[in-house]
């Protein structure tokens, strides 16, 4: 569809700047459904302000004052008064394991704040599991957050079997990078005294060198393995509740990191039936060996190349997941120097360490992006970053390719060496995009307070520095870690402040800092970008896909603590109602 003409106007009654982009009669199908007397908030380049927007099917075809607006309208067509409401486009989760993480959610016991608050809470949840299934009957758990229990430390196995003897029971921690064992589920997996921490993996061990039952990275599959799969029926499932939850939130397209082919394959068949009102790029997981990576790029690189096409633009085959390092939870992740304890203390002799030998990433990342393929990689510390982005900077001197838009996940504490690189690889090849969790501060901010310390505390999350530098960010929430809504990550770009302060309201900082409008378009058009989709989704422009949002307030006026509680009260998919909250009339 071609953009015929764009008219500026200034609406002096409502203070509000439009700039209505209107196809001309011959051309636009008339508006079968439009949306007057509101704020759109376009974040197209101007970030400009309307009053209405009109929708033809799948397709925005007008944006504008209510009277311009109104015109494009079939005579049958539905309008809905927003009576001063916002609009937004439909908001973006850049990364999040929406398969996996909405699988889990439904059939693992949630030990999340605020669900539990202390260890006994957890005891008290497993014990009442317990109770309700056989002798050996696994007992899985995820969310717990030792920043948010009262006694401040770890779960372990010593607490967990008075409340389970006869379950073996496993309880992942909200990263996901490291969790809990009782003794019988150690026992089960060979866990003893003896048995050597595996490749890039640590054993927690009491001071006489027995397992705490805590699993950090790699040594968590010394149990993990043992626990029951679960079904293709159960991820779909899970998938089909992600969506709902998803559309509630006023999001409507979602990169989902290390999807696996059986997780696809339920993508498809929830597609199938109409039902995945969102758009899912997908990143296969690339694996750790060479092998591995051949195998990939054989089976998926030549219907993996979004920079040529999305297909239908909802269910898109988009890369490759790779990781470099671990957590900042977990203190595992790869850094320069020894990570903090309780947010003054040192834990010496530990930085962290690699996933995997990073000559091998740094290797696959060159093999997945000689085959034309797009890349992310986890990447917490700054040792890690550095290692991931000279990996880039190398791929790109050698083999020059624009428009990959390779990402760093997380990208937590970049160095100015990382963050000089991105900015140089971004202007230059279209690649090196941050793809942070500006909810780390917020969700995971008491532990992680303790454990960068001060100093690396204040340069977490740097998207300040991004800005000033001309560095683009795609956000995402990294749910399971952290809550889905993506209000909750413009909210935390702004604000900076940890969940519960157990080291003070503000270890973070306001140096890194955004405004309202930049931390909207982190979930919006910048995230559209690192789905290859800027050009259809991610703003309120004519010729877009019609997913869109609507809001009881406005983001860019109200008081920063206000976008927090943020409502959605409708949301658009495709052109279509797929959200109404509950007693909302229009």
Excluded at 211 to 218: C, D, H, M, Q, S
Aim: proline share 5%; with cysteine.
């Amino acid at each position: 569809m071609s953009l015929a003409r764009v008219v500026a106007v200034l609406s002096s009654a409502l203070c509000v700047a439009t700039a209505p982009a209107l196809l001309t009669a011959q051309q636009a199908p008339r508006a079968d459904l439009v949306l007057y007397n509101g704020r759109v908030l376009t974040v197209d380049a101007k970030d400009r302000v309307a009053q209405a927007v009109a929708l033809a099917g799948s397709t925005i075809v007008a944006v504008g004052t209510n009277a311009e607006v109104q015109r494009m309208a079939a005579p049958n067509a539905r309008r809905i008064d927003l009576a001063g409401r916002t609009v937004t486009p439909g908001l973006i989760d850049a990364h999040a394991h929406f398969a996996s993480a909405g699988t889990t959610r439904l059939f693992v016991l949630d030990l999340s704040y605020p669900v539990v608050k202390s260890v006994a809470d957890i005891v008290a949840a497993v014990k009442a599991k317990a109770a309700t299934l056989p002798k050996g009957a696994w007992i899985e758990g995820q969310g717990w957050d030792e920043g948010k229990l009262a006694e401040k430390r770890m779960v372990n196995a010593k607490d967990l079997d008075a409340a389970a003897p006869d379950n073996p029971v496993y309880l992942t921690q909200t990263t996901g990078h490291y969790g809990v064992a009782n003794s019988l589920a150690l026992k089960l997996g060979n866990v003893t005294k003896d048995t050597p921490n595996p490749p890039a993996g640590t054993i927690d061990r009491n001071a006489d060198g027995t397992p705490t039952g805590v699993l950090k990275e790699g040594a968590q599959g010394l149990v993990r393995r043992l626990v029951p799969l679960r079904g293709a029926g159960d991820t779909e499932r899970g998938i089909r509740d992600m969506v709902k939850g998803f559309n509630a939130e006023g999001m409507t397209a979602v990169k989902d990191p290390g999807v696996s082919p059986s997780a696809w394959d339920s993508y498809k068949k929830v597609q199938a039936d109409n039902a995945l009102n969102v758009r899912v790029f997908a990143l296969w997981l690339g694996g750790r060996s060479v092998e591995g990576a051949k195998r990939l790029i054989e089976q998926r690189a030549a219907t993996t190349r979004p920079y040529e096409s999305t297909g239908d633009d909802h269910l898109i085959s988009g890369g490759i997941k790779l990781y470099i390092d671990g957590s900042g939870g977990a203190r595992t992740a790869w850094l320069y120097d020894d990570w903090n304890r309780d947010f003054t203390g040192v834990d010496k002799g530990n930085h962290g360490y690699p996933s995997s030998a990073p000559d091998t990433i740094r290797l696959l990342i060159r093999m997945f992006h000689d085959a034309g393929m797009h890349v992310s990689v986890h990447s917490i510390g700054d040792q890690g970053i550095d290692w991931v982005m000279d990996s880039y900077d190398q791929a790109m001197r050698e083999n020059p390719k624009k428009g990959l838009r390779h990402g760093i996940i997380h990208s937590n504490i970049p160095s100015d060496h990382a963050i000089d690189l991105m900015a140089k690889l971004q202007h230059t090849f279209d690649a090196g995009y941050p793809e942070p969790s500006a909810t780390f501060t917020w969700w995971l901010g008491d532990t992680y307070a303790g454990n960068f310390g001060a100093t690396r505390s204040a340069r977490l999350n740097p998207f300040a520095t991004f800005k000033s530098k001309g560095i683009l960010w795609a956000n995402g929430s990294d749910f399971g870690v952290t809550p889905f809504a993506a209000r909750y990550g413009i909210w935390s770009a702004i604000a900076r402040e940890p969940l519960l302060g157990v080291y003070g309201g503000d270890p973070f900082g306001r140096k890194e800092s955004v405004d309202a409008k930049t931390a909207l378009r982190a979930v919006t058009v910048w995230a559209a970008r690192q789905l290859f989709l800027e050009t259809k989704i991610g703003s309120v422009e004519v010729g877009k896909y019609a997913d869109l949002a609507i809001w009881d307030r406005d983001f860019y006026t109200v008081p920063t603590a206000q976008i927090k509680d943020a409502k959605c009260l409708m949301t658009i998919f495709n052109g279509k109602i797929v959200y109404q909250a509950a007693g909302v009339t229009f």
